[in-house]
């Protein structure tokens, strides 16, 4: 079956401890307020792109446990296809988040399934955009990518060694400012994304800046998967046709609403939401 977005990537439940401050290397802080929300930043990726509109199927690999069935709700109630999902002999991938006051954050990753994840579990990708990111083996993306025909959207996160065939074959790379400075970006031809907190975006293509743009104001709780959502959102917004001014201001809509609630993929927001929020 054929899906206008593919997202190829990870899916984590997310153990959430929301606290004062967060701790030092080597530090006890108590007193937290515990949640469970699904998370992994593909599955953040796959909701906050259908929560814009957008026909989205999800390509993972999750456990074969209760920590899978939790991590799949969300996606499951949004209509994500979930065809392309396998589940292997591990546990579903489980993502450690301390959240401060101010919406700060730490996180820790058992990868889980999203490690066990392996070029034999792909299905025939033949959707018009791809959208991946670096928390599954980069075989598995080489192996996807490969023959692949349609538009690709690299949120390059976490950073990783070994993605250079990775960063050349994508259209559009998103990248924080700690990742563009990894990363050697200087000869690509496509469009960078590169979002810096609070100062917003800017895109660059072949070095030169063509759009820059700034978050609305809003009172962050936790902004833990903004980057997902703002890389979801400026993907779904180009292909679209939307021009790059407009959708990076869309992206940038959507990172800082997802902000101003605690999760991921339960803080991104509806396509109304930015609407209203951009004036559209
Ligand atoms: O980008 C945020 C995500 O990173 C969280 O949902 C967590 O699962 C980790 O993968």
């Known amino acids: 079956m054929s899906y206008g977005l593919t997202v ?3 899916v984590n439940l997310d153990l959430i401890v929301q606290l004062d401050v967060l701790p030092k290397a080597g530090e006890t802080v108590t007193g937290g307020t515990y949640s469970a929300l699904p998370g992994g930043k593909g599955a953040n990726v796959a909701v906050a792109a259908r929560r ?12 074969n446990d209760d920590y899978a069935v939790q991590a799949l709700v ?6 994500v296809y979930l065809d392309a999902v ?6 579903t991938g489980l993502a450690f988040i301390s959240v401060a006051a101010g919406g700060e954050n730490q996180i820790a990753v058992a990868s889980g399934a999203n490690a066990a994840f392996t070029p034999e579990h792909l299905p025939k990708l033949c959707s018009d955009v791809l959208i991946t990111q670096f928390e599954i083996p980069i075989n598995v993306i080489e192996a996807a990518l ?7 959207a690299v949120n390059a996160s976490p950073v990783c060694d070994g993605v250079n065939a990775i960063l050349q074959r994508a259209d559009l790379i998103i990248v924080n400012e700690g990742e563009a400075a990894r990363y050697d970006l200087s000869g690509h031809a496509g469009l960078i994304a590169v979002t810096l ?3 917003g975006a800017e895109l660059r293509r072949a070095g030169q800046v063509i759009a820059v743009a700034l978050p609305p104001k809003v009172d962050v709780v936790d902004t833990t998967g903004a980057g997902d959502a703002f ?4 993907t779904v917004a180009l292909a679209e046709g939307q021009s790059e001014q407009d959708a990076l201001d869309f992206a940038c809509a959507v990172g800082a609403l997802t902000t101003t609630r605690l999760g991921t993929q339960t803080a991104s927001p509806r396509r109304a939401e930015v609407d209203r929020l951009l004036g559209r």
């Open 74 to 79: 969300n996606l499951d109630a949004e209509g």
């Open 146 to 152: 490969d023959g692949y025909k349609g538009y690709v």
């Open 8 to 10: 190829l990537g990870s």
């Open 86 to 91: 396998k589940k292997v002999d591990a546990h």
């Open 52 to 63: 814009l509109g957008a026909e989205t199927e999800i390509v993972a690999v999750v456990g």
């Open 197 to 199: 907190g609070a100062k």
């Open 231 to 234: 890389a979801a959102a400026l």
